[in-house]
T-cell receptor, first 113, second 111 residues
């Protein structure tokens, strides 16, 4: 158990579906992140939240909608996705200022059909 | 913008031999991290390097940091199959909590 829990581990969804990914951390961290990792591509930072406030959105399409109700929980709401959105979605958290690196969740393997 | 460059991006290793992965970064930093990712899995923290000259070792892996050269190395001694994975370095700029990741080095160890 890494301290950062992501659910579900696997998700298959149609292009017209709406689904949500969930991330939870009990490490007392202040910052949480969503990354996308496509096959044979570098990690892509999607969103950053610090103390529940979104501090970064790296030009992510609006079909991805993040939500951070508190410092322990982070969601990624998905709707009308495209097949090219199929990827491993990783959540991470860190201690904020001076924190020693990220702790990653196990990821959600998303397949859009 | 902080840029992190790893090389090589792909490394085919022969069992029993020694190899080095390099991580260069573009701006002043006092913290550098190495992560390992197995295929289809998440990233696992390997090392945290917090000062110039820092050296950390775990089994066959040794990481070092030269902040003046803006360079970290991950040295693999006597490679074994279990070390096959993708290795990422990540750096944070001074007073920034966010990390910038390198593209990763995919290591394959063959007999």
């Amino acid at each position: 158990e890494t301290g950062v829990t992501q659910t579900p581990r696997h998700l298959v969804m149609g292009m017209t579906n709406k689904k949500s990914l969930k991330c939870e951390q009990h490490l007392g961290h202040n910052a949480m992140y969503w990354y996308k990792q496509s096959a044979k591509k570098p990690l892509e930072l999607m969103f950053v939240y610090n103390f529940k406030e979104q501090t970064e959105n790296n030009s992510v399409p609006s079909r991805f909608s993040p939500e951070c109700p508190n410092s322990s929980h982070l969601f990624l709401h998905l709707h009308t996705l495209q097949p090219e959105d199929s990827a491993l979605y990783l959540c991470a958290s860190s201690g904020g200022q001076g924190g020693y690196g990220y702790t990653f969740g196990s990821g959600t393997r998303l397949t859009v059909v | 913008e902080l840029k992190v460059e790893q090389n090589p991006l792909f490394l085919s290793m022969q069992e029993g031999k020694n190899y080095t992965i390099y991580c260069n970064y573009s701006t002043t930093s006092d913290r550098l991290y190495w992560y390992r990712q197995d295929p289809g899995k998440s990233l696992e923290s390997l090392f945290v390097l917090l000062s110039n000259g820092a050296v950390k070792q775990e089994g066959r892996l040794m990481a070092s940091l030269d902040t003046k050269a803006r360079l970290s190395t991950l040295h693999i001694t006597a490679a074994v199959h279990d070390l096959s994975a993708t290795y990422f370095c990540a750096v944070s700029a001074f007073n920034d909590y966010k990390l910038s990741f390198g593209a990763g080095t995919t290591v394959t160890v063959r007999a």
